[in-house]
Nanobody, 130 residues
Framework: QVQLVESGGGSVQAGGSLRLSCAAS????????MGWFRQAPGQEREGVAT???????SYARSVKGRFTISKDSAQNTLYLQMNSLRPEETAIYYC????????????????????????WGQGTQVTVSS
């Protein structure tokens, strides 16, 4: 049974940083797509960053240069380092994973991920104050 548990959310002032963690267990895919997503109240969920089993990463345009996705394979933990946070990035942040399909794992220009991901964590709240 796949389980994803996010942590690291909290409250920061604009310009601050947070590092989110996603502890993953129960999946045995040698080829996978993992990602971070966020959803603000009343808004659609959007993709933030992805990482696949080949180490390829992609980012939403709005976070490029400020956020970094990474994975500690030994700990089976996915991270999202978020710098220069903005108030409009206040949201619940989720991680997700699934088997890699077709070799494509990326965030497209409208914030959607290139393939469906079937396993999700419960989310962690990030609040950025101005």
């Amino acid at each position: 049974q796949v389980q994803l548990v996010e942590s690291g959310g909290g409250s920061v002032q604009a310009g601050g940083s947070l590092r989110l963690s996603c502890a993953a267990s129960g999946y045995t895919y040698s080829s996978y797509c993992m990602g971070w997503f966020r959803q603000a109240p009343g808004q659609e969920r959007e993709g933030v960053a992805t990482l696949d089993s080949d180490g390829s990463t992609s980012y939403a345009r709005s976070v490029k240069g400020r956020f970094t996705i990474s994975k500690d394979s030994a700990q089976n933990t996915l991270y999202l380092q978020m710098n220069s946070l903005r108030p409009e990035e206040t949201a619940i942040y989720y991680c997700a994973v699934d088997r890699l399909e077709g070799g494509n794992c990326y965030i497209n220009s409208v914030g959607h991920i290139s393939q469906p991901l079937g396993y999700w964590g419960q989310g962690t709240q990030v609040t950025v104050s101005s």
